[in-house]
């Protein structure tokens, strides 16, 4: 079985540019979670998704934004970026929301220049 | 506010030698609790988890951890690690309410020299 996709795998913008990043959960998990996870750090929990609901923000500002889609898939949406938003981006996936045993993507590698 | 601390943040250990890496939480109420391993050029991966019940919990790879809840601390241990073990070690916390997030220690980069 497929585990968690994540695409693209790396990618580099400018300043003030908008990203997307898309994640596909693994087969039959419904919720879907996004962490960033700075060089030397732990992954930082950013969004959860469930039933293609917000069920969990982090401390983030609303330059980042998701969504969930029927299919279950997701998307990470960061506005205006910048340089500190240079990190890698991690989507998990988990059956179902409250059932917190989470399978992470190899995540994308986001350079901001 | 909640946090996750990880007390070694590089330990170096020759093969053979035993492991223990510290976790400690700041939250009072009920939790789960884990311990991803991400080895050289993977991605983050479950080694073992604390739901309930038995207090010490056995993982993959010959790891277990002990919770114990009155020092607030889920500590990763394995009698004999191997060179294979090299690897980046994270602590992540969950609390069981309405936020089931994961809350990540700042990791422990451990280095197995063979």
């Known amino acids: 079985d497929a585990g968690v996709t994540q695409s693209p795998t790396h990618l580099i913008k400018t300043r003030g540019q908008h990203v997307t990043l898309r994640c596909s959960p693994i087969?039959?998990?419904?919720?879907v979670s996004w962490y960033q996870q700075v060089l030397g750090q732990g992954p930082q929990f950013i969004f959860q998704?469930?039933?293609?609901?917000?069920?969990g923000r982090g401390n983030f500002p609303d330059r980042f934004s998701a969504r969930q889609f029927p299919n279950y898939s997701s998307e990470l949406n960061v506005n205006a970026l910048l340089l500190g938003d240079s990190a890698l981006y991690l989507c998990?996936?988990?059956?179902?929301?409250?059932?917190?045993?989470?399978?992470f993507g190899p995540g994308t590698r986001l350079t901001v220049l | 506010a909640q946090s996750v601390s990880q007390h070694n943040h590089h330990v170096i250990l020759s093969e053979a030698a035993s492991l223990e890496l510290g976790c400690n939480y700041s939250y009072g109420g009920t939790v789960n609790l884990f311990w991803y391993v991400q080895y050289p050029g993977q991605h983050l991966q479950l080694l073992l988890k604390?739901?309930?019940?038995?207090?010490l919990v056995k993982g993959i790879k010959g790891f277990e951890a002990e919770f114990i809840k009155s020092k607030f601390s889920f500590n990763l241990r394995k009698p004999s690690v191997q060179w294979s073990d090299t690897a980046e070690y994270f602590c992540a916390v969950s609390r069981m309410d309405s936020s089931y997030k994961l809350i990540f220690g700042s990791g422990t980069r451990l280095l197995v020299r063979p």
């Open positions: 998990a996936s988990s059956l179902v929301f409250g059932y917190n045993e989470q399978f």
């Open positions: 604390y739901f309930s019940g038995d207090p």
């Open positions: 087969s039959g998990h419904k919720s």
């Open positions: 998704y469930y039933e293609k609901e917000e069920r």
